[in-house]
């Protein structure tokens, strides 16, 4: 999974979007060369933050009910360490590590050190946009659960 950032016109307010795709590493390359072009020749492009997950198994994950949850009130309460995090969602501390440790592999929320072992999450985002490609030809590998 890459984190990258990629052009679009559809962009006209200030909302910072986290676009969620299935998609190869190929396709990833041919976009940011594509984007690179694009600057050299002085065009402008305003950009969104795309996170390239390998397959739908991943995008799942990050979609179940209890993360999405967590990270609504992570974007919403901002809390200061994981511990205020569980407090916040009435979850045991070990299980709300666990789903923002994942969280922060997956690229979605940012473990901010605080004070040595404190790690405080952050989401940077307002939205967060699924892309899910219908068509066989463009899933990367299969989803295994």
Partial sequence: MRMTKQTTDDRTDNTRTL????????????????RLQAMEQGEDTSSRHVLDLPNEAAVSRLTSETNLSLIRMVANEKPRSMRAAADAVDRGYKEVHTNLTELAELGVIDLIAVNGRTKRPEFNFDRIVVDLPMDDDDRTEPATV
Avoid: P
């Fill in 19 to 34: 676009v969620v795709r299935v998609d190869s590493a190929e396709q990833t390359r041919n976009e940011f060369v594509e």
